[in-house]
């Protein structure tokens, strides 16, 4: 069992930064997958960026490429994601997940999900 607790959502002006944190309890935090997703107010829930158990392998949605910056500490069992260069359309809730399989790193079936955090861009 894996608990999952994002923090460092909030409010922002557009062209700005924050970093969302994702803290990570239970056992086994280097043998996951761990991804980020999002969900805007009448959407789907999206892939943002994953990033594999050992940092080896990282992915990120096309519109987020060069913006956003996955990264984990494995001393921490912590996941972050860096957000810089922020625009209105990414406001959402923001959601950490965790798997063991890279197969679906970039598809909303994770196993462990937290219970998100709200970014929200104001133009």
């Known amino acids: 069992q894996v608990q999952l607790v994002e923090s460092g959502g909030g409010l922002v002006q557009a062209g700005g930064s924050l970093r969302l944190s994702c803290a990570t309890s239970g056992r086994n935090f280097g043998s996951y997958v761990m991804g980020w997703f999002r969900q805007a107010p009448g959407k789907e829930r999206e892939f943002v960026a994953a990033i594999s158990w050992s940092g080896a392998r990282i992915s990120y949605e096309d519109s987020v490429k060069g913006r956003f910056t996955i990264s984990r500490d494995s001393a921490k069992n912590t996941v972050y994601l860096q957000m810089n260069s922020l625009h209105p359309e990414d406001t959402a809730v923001y959601y950490c997940?965790?798997?063991?399989?890279?197969?679906?790193?970039?598809?909303?079936?994770?196993?462990?999900w937290g219970q998100g955090t709200q970014v929200t861009v104001s133009s």
């Open positions: 997940a965790a798997d063991t399989r890279w197969t679906i790193a970039t598809t909303p079936t994770y196993t462990y």
